[in-house]
């Protein structure tokens, strides 16, 4: 299994995230459907961890599945993402996590486009950043 490469204490993370960010990418929280800044990013660029910068998702991978929040068929790199079995909620569902940090990002669906990965990474628009393409 992947390890983690950036730990920090709670303490830390409460120092760089703000409160909501804190809520989602450290204690697995999740935003409204609908309301995520980059749910309609139509931009040319790379989506990163909004914890620690890490390059996660590439806009060209982003579509509009209308689930309510960012999805995307395919991270950057197969390493870049950590995915790991969830039972929270009564549900059974894989969950993903930053590679580099740790952060909580969302989950993975299998019912994305079939003419990719017949994936679907939903991502909270909270757990990410963007990185303009020039």
Not at 28 to 40: A, D, I, N, R, S
Not at 66 to 74: A, H, R, V
Request: proline fraction near 6%; aromatic fraction near 10%.
């Amino acid at each position: 299994m992947k390890k983690v490469n950036l730990e920090k204490s709670d303490k830390e993370w409460k120092e760089i995230l703000s409160p909501e960010q804190f809520k989602v990418l450290r204690l697995k929280g999740t935003e409204p459907p609908g309301v995520g800044k980059f749910l309609y990013n139509k931009e040319k660029g790379v989506y990163v961890c909004g914890a620690c910068n890490a390059p996660l998702f590439k806009s060209d991978a982003k579509f509009d599945s209308g689930c309510g929040w960012p999805s995307f068929w395919e991270p950057v790199s197969p390493d870049a993402i950590i995915e790991k079995k969830d039972t929270s909620h009564g549900m059974l569902r894989t969950e993903t996590i930053c590679a580099n940090c740790g952060g909580h990002l969302g989950h993975v669906f299998k019912d994305g486009p079939k003419d990719k990965t017949g994936l679907r990474y939903c991502i909270n628009s909270i757990s990410l950043d963007f990185k303009e393409e020039n």
